[in-house]
């Protein structure tokens, strides 16, 4: 009976999002949907109050500040002076502008923690110069895209405050665990942006002396410190993530304000609402996710999933590779924050059944959702790279074929080796 009611819900939020319907009012409408369809025995207040209850958290208020400080970053001089110092350190490998965007993305997510500020940020300063410099547009716009994926890894992520609220896990410990399994997704995609470059003869430039790498970090230093300040004050307990959110947007704002100035006040307005637009987004995707989980729990499915799945396999390694499939076709279709709420509370008890940490299996599940980032139809980062270079969608997609493999490849080893996203928040938070 569960599964034929969860089917209803799904169906019905599956059904408005393919007519369209904006991904928060698709879920309330087909909870209002479901709740018609029990006659009454789910009162009908229950939509109202599980709407607030979704939100009801003062972690939240990380999200907003979180977009706020990567947006004050990029616009106030940030971007240019990262990829300044990425050109120095990288430049002269062979297909050199497609090291610069991936060593850029990495760098730049520490402080945006979002995909698609990175493709935005990224991309619409390196796919120009690559398309100058001969690179074909498509694969130029899918370097800059699979780059990206590594925004919601390496800490901050938008992404991994989000599950850490769904699943009741420390945020510390996932921004940690984001580390070196974003470390490889970088050292993967260059490794097959350098097998393509010489395969294709992209060209390279002159190496950088050591006097231009000195002064393009000393331009980027105050960027790279961002990340530190935000991830020493969540490990060693000195600030909450809403409060070390608050205090990246004051540093933000300080450095694009006094130091580069390139931070205009007639710019903050834009910013600020640029920010709080996409920051709501995804809140009210939240609180409808808070009445849509309201009424999964209601039908004690959780509990289902769990003897099903322990019925299915004893095999913790049959498991997980059935969780990857099934988030790997899950992120075909939906945005990445959209996939974790629908499913994340759902899963968490099938991955405890089977004695996977709750903080490693964030990091599988937001990975196996970036890469699905790279495949329409739910391809935001991949649909923004086409667009800013010009580019056919079915080229762009061809050209991150490699890109999504090398992503996979990482995905196994997060997969099977747990030490990867375990190790660090062990020594630097304990047991």
């Avoid at 001969?134 to 370097?143: F, K, L, N, W």
């Avoid at 993967?188 to 992209?202: D, K, V």
């Avoid at 390139?262 to 307005?269: E, G, H, I, N, S």
């Avoid at 997060?414 to 304990?430: C, E, S």
């Amino acid at each position: 009976m569960a599964i034929l009611q969860f089917g209803l819900l799904l169906g019905s939020f599956l059904l408005f999002l393919g007519l369209g319907v904006p991904v928060f009012f698709s879920m309330g409408l087909a909870s209002l949907v479901f709740i018609v369809f029990q006659g009454g025995s789910v009162p009908l207040n229950v939509l109202a109050s599980s709407l607030v209850q979704g939100i009801d958290s003062f972690s939240f208020l990380a999200i907003p500040f979180f977009f706020l400080a990567g947006d004050l970053m990029n616009t106030g001089g940030i971007t240019r002076r990262l990829l300044a110092f990425s050109a120095s350190l990288v430049g002269h490998v062979r297909g050199g502008l497609s090291h610069v965007a991936i060593v850029a993305s990495m760098i730049f997510s520490g402080v945006s923690g979002s995909a698609v500020a990175d493709a935005s940020a990224i991309g619409s300063v390196m796919i120009p110069a690559m398309k100058a410099d001969r690179y074909p547009p498509a694969y130029a716009a899918a370097v800059v895209a699979s780059a990206a994926t590594m925004g919601p890894i390496i800490p901050p992520s938008i992404a991994f405050v989000v599950y850490a609220l769904l699943a009741e896990v420390s945020v510390g410990r996932l921004f940690l665990a984001g580390v070196l399994p974003g470390l490889l997704m970088g050292g993967y995609l260059m490794l097959a942006a350098w097998l393509i470059a010489r395969r294709r003869g992209f060209p390279r430039a002159p190496r950088a002396p050591f006097r231009t790498v000195r002064a393009a970090f000393a331009g980027a230093s105050l960027a790279l410190v961002m990340p530190l300040i935000i991830m020493g004050g969540i490990v060693f307990g000195v600030v909450t993530p809403t409060e070390a959110g608050a205090v990246a947007v004051v540093y933000g704002l300080a450095v694009g304000v006094c130091v580069f100035r390139d931070l205009k006040p007639r710019a903050l307005f834009r910013i600020c609402t640029d920010s709080m637009i996409n920051a709501c987004t995804i809140l009210l995707m939240i609180a409808a996710a808070g009445t849509f989980s309201w009424l999964v729990a209601n039908m004690n499915l959780g509990e289902m999933l769990v003897r099903f799945f322990t019925g299915l396999t004893t095999s913790r390694w049959v498991m997980l590779l059935i969780i990857n499939v099934f988030f790997l076709v899950w992120g075909l279709a939906l945005d990445i924050i959209v996939g974790m709420v629908v499913m994340v509370p759902l899963l968490v008890p099938v991955a405890s059944a089977y004695g996977i940490d709750p903080v490693q299996f964030g990091v599988i599940v937001t990975l196996n959702l970036l890469i699905g980032e790279l495949t329409p139809p739910s391809g935001v980062i991949l649909f923004i790279s086409a667009g800013i270079a010009g580019a056919r969608l079915e080229a762009v997609f061809r050209e991150a074929a490699p890109f999504a493999l090398a992503l996979v490849a990482v995905l196994a080893l997060v997969t099977y080796v747990p030490a990867l996203t375990l190790w660090l928040p062990g020594v630097l938070m304990g047991r």
